[in-house]
Structures are given as C-alpha cells and as structure tokens.
C-alpha cells in the first residue's frame, strides 16, 4: 500500500498509523473546550467531539485488523474535526501549531 508524498512514494506501515493515532491523542487531550456546559456551542462541541472520537476508535480498529490504508485515513479524519474545533474556537488549541492549524 502507497501513498504519495510529493514526489516521493511512502509506504503506510503500522508505524505511521500508529504515529498518527498517538498525535491526535496528544491533540485530543490538549485541547480545551471554550463553550459555557449546556449551550447550543457546547452541544455542537460535543458532536464534533463524538466524531473525532469515533473516526479514532475505528483508526485503532482497522490497524488491528490490517487496513492500514482505512486506518490512515479514519486518524487523519478524527484530528480533523479536532482541528476544526480549534479553527471554529470550540476549543482552545493553547498556540500549539504543531498538533493544530490554528486561526
């Protein structure tokens, strides 16, 4: 399985998956939700997060079972919405613009 980095063909191996998935559990648990509990902007918060949850848990999934290309592509999914929570300003990425894409 290959995917294109430029002009330079990268195979997606275990490792790479599992780099990935470690990244947005370390984005995961850094960003801090700003909406007040109960509002319609916490409740909105809580749905981006459940997806982000959601596209990670079945990241883990496809990695245990061998679809590394499916693995890839659920953990960059789920640090999407993590990242869009912190571009939406749900969440308070704390000026890291390594793990975030920051406004």
């Keep these: 399985m290959w995917m294109t980095e430029g002009d330079h063909p990268t195979e997606v191996t275990p490792e790479r998956v599992q780099r990935y998935l470690d990244l947005t559990a370390r984005a995961r648990a850094k960003a801090t939700p700003i ?3 109960g509002t319609a902007a916490w409740l909105d918060l809580q749905r981006l997060m459940r997806m982000a949850d ?4 079945d990241a883990a999934h496809f990695l245990k079972t061998g679809d590394l290309v499916r693995a890839f592509g659920a953990i960059n999914y789920a640090h999407a919405w993590i990242d869009a929570g912190v571009r ?10 390594v793990l975030f894409t920051l406004p």
């Design 35 to 37: 909406p007040e509990e």
């Design 54 to 57: 959601d596209y990670a848990s």
């Design 88 to 97: 939406l300003r749900l969440l308070d990425g704390h000026d890291d613009d």
